[in-house]
């Protein structure tokens, strides 16, 4: 099985795309089976992950509504190294569509839970609101990644977000937490910055990764050569620190596997 996670945060530039894109292909370095499921109408995931969102005949639109199947939509990033579920425009209709079906909420979940033992990991990257689409992501996963820029106003979106994880585990999905907060986009040259930071560890402890990503123009350069940062420069500070995170993150949830193998005895 799996373990499935979102990478979410309703505001808007976060560096969502760019941690799933970039933690996708370092976990697939590490030798980890990887999906990627874009779920976002600007189809951001997809092009970064070398796949042209408007050659895509099929996308996350036609799993979402049950016109096609997983093994019909599902393409291979040969720059990263993992599978892909591709997004483009046609998804911005799904909000409207998905209130005509059964079930709205849980259309990824149906569809995800058929193939999650094909992999290692699967990351969902959600687009920048608290929609019925991203309620379908919060629906199918264990954790939710947090990429967030260390500003004031960072943290006033922040505490939304966390009520909808909450309100999502008690209505609908018991297992979902937050497995962290990611530190994106970092200049350890500003004060606030640094500020933030420290505010962020003492409210939530150990759920901040110890791996910091800085700001680094190598990793907004890649897209538009439709390859993930760590790919496009592995030498640039910007790849070293999402390998650094892959790393974190394996690590983590085999103390997670071990935790909950104990709670379970
Ligand atoms: P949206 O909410 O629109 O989906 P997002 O949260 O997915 O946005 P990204 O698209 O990943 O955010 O990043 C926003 C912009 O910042 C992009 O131009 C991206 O290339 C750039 N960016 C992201 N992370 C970094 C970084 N660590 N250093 C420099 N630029 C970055
Ligand atoms: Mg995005």
């Known amino acids: 099985m799996a373990y499935i996670f979102c990478i979410a945060n309703q505001k808007g530039g976060v560096g969502k795309t760019t941690t799933a894109v970039n933690t996708a292909a370092a976990l697939a370095r590490r030798k980890q089976k990887v999906l990627l499921v874009?779920?976002?109408?600007?189809?951001?995931?997809?092009?970064?992950?070398?796949?042209?969102?408007?050659?895509?005949?099929?996308?996350?639109?036609?799993?979402?509504?049950?016109?096609?199947?997983?093994?019909?939509?599902?393409?291979?990033?040969?720059?990263?190294?993992?599978?892909?579920?591709?997004?483009?425009?046609?998804?911005?209709?799904a909000e409207i569509d998905l209130m005509q079906l059964k079930n709205p909420d849980r259309r990824l979940q149906g569809v995800i839970?058929?193939?999650s033992d094909r992999y290692d990991f699967i990351l969902i990257d959600c687009p920048?609101?608290?929609?019925?689409?991203?309620?379908?992501?919060?629906?199918?996963?264990v954790g939710v990644i947090i990429p967030m820029q260390c500003e004031y106003f960072a943290l006033e979106g922040l505490s939304d977000l966390v009520n909808t994880v909450r309100r999502v585990r008690q209505n609908k999905n018991?297992?979902?937490?937050?497995?962290g907060l990611l530190r994106v986009m970092f200049d350890a040259r500003m004060t606030l910055q640094k500020e933030v930071s420290e505010q962020l560890k003492e409210n939530f402890g150990d759920r901040v990764f110890d791996t910091v990503i800085p700001r680094n123009v190598r990793l907004a350069e890649a897209p538009s050569y439709g390859e993930p940062g760590i790919v496009y420069d592995k030498t640039s500070r910007g790849a070293k620190a999402y390998l650094a995170f892959g790393r974190e993150l394996i690590k983590r949830m085999s103390n997670f596997k071990n935790d909950s193998e104990h709670e379970e005895k």
């Open 113 to 115: 839970e058929k193939i």
């Open 38 to 93: 874009d779920l976002d109408a600007q189809g951001n995931a997809t092009m970064g992950s070398g796949i042209e969102k408007n050659d895509c005949a099929l996308t996350v639109y036609q799993l979402l509504i049950g016109e096609a199947s997983f093994d019909e939509v599902v393409c291979k990033s040969a720059s990263g190294g993992y599978d892909l579920i591709p997004a483009n425009r046609e998804l911005s209709a």
């Open 128 to 141: 920048p609101s608290l929609s019925m689409i991203t309620v379908n992501a919060l629906c199918c996963a």
């Open 174 to 179: 018991p297992k979902l937490q937050v497995i």
